[in-house]
């Protein structure tokens, strides 16, 4: 496609309910990233893709974060057991390599 | 640790008028640096990089940025503000040697007045 995309464009969940963020990459971006955007911060790294492979999930806030990118191309960031503090845009970025990353419009997830 | 810090939080200037906003990094070597700009409901998009070629880089939209490695700053400039400047700015350092995540600063909100 164009760009990187990512659905859904917002998300409101209740307290304790898992979600599933899903991002489209360029076609063709090696690398993948995700990160979390609080309210009036800067976004925050949480894990790289290199295809299929999960090189870096040390920005990951708790184990009930899980992210996947299975075929080397569509990733999907599941969040279980949600908490309010789970509440942010979550962005994906792609790129050739390590260069250049170029990003999605986000997820705004807001749990009640 | 590599971080970056952006000087201010809130940067106002009226159309016409230059831009500055500032960024300091902190890194033991010498870093790739980029500005990132976020306008509201909009994705991020890249101003422009330092990747330790010239230290004068020039970005998209008339911005640039110079490195100074004596001052550990990456200050980014516009000669003359527009209204659709009026954005989020994040400076942002890429560390070496750790897959290519990026590290951003808290950012700062440019708004442009009439």
């Known amino acids: 496609g164009a760009g990187v995309s990512q659905s859904p464009r917002y998300k409101v969940a209740k307290r304790g309910q898992d979600v599933a963020l899903r991002c489209d990459p360029i076609s063709g971006h090696v690398s993948l990233f995700w990160y979390q955007q609080a309210l009036g911060q800067g976004p925050e790294f949480l894990t790289y893709f290199q295809n299929e492979a999960q090189l870096d999930k040390s920005g990951l806030p708790s184990d009930r974060f899980f992210a996947e990118r299975p075929e080397g191309s569509v990733s999907t960031l599941k969040i279980q057991r949600t908490q309010q503090e789970d509440s942010a845009v979550y962005l994906c970025?792609?790129?050739?390599?390590?260069?250049?990353?170029?990003f999605g419009p986000g997820t705004r997830l807001l749990v009640l | 640790a590599q971080s970056v810090t952006q000087l201010d939080s809130h940067v106002s200037v009226s159309e016409g008028t230059p831009v500055l906003l500032r960024c300091n990094y902190s890194s033991s070597y010498s870093p790739s640096l980029f500005w990132y700009v976020q306008h509201p409901n909009k994705g991020l998009q890249l101003l422009l990089k330092y990747t330790s070629a010239a230290t004068l880089v020039k970005g998209i939209n008339g911005f640039e940025a110079e490195f100074k490695k004596s001052e550990t700053s990456f200050h980014l400039t516009k000669p003359s503000a527009h209204m659709s400047d009026a954005a989020e700015y994040f400076c942002v350092v890429r560390p070496k040697d750790q897959g290519g995540k990026l590290i951003f600063g808290q950012g700062t909100e440019l708004s442009v007045k009439p």
């Open positions: 970025a792609s790129a050739i390599g390590g260069e250049t990353q170029y």
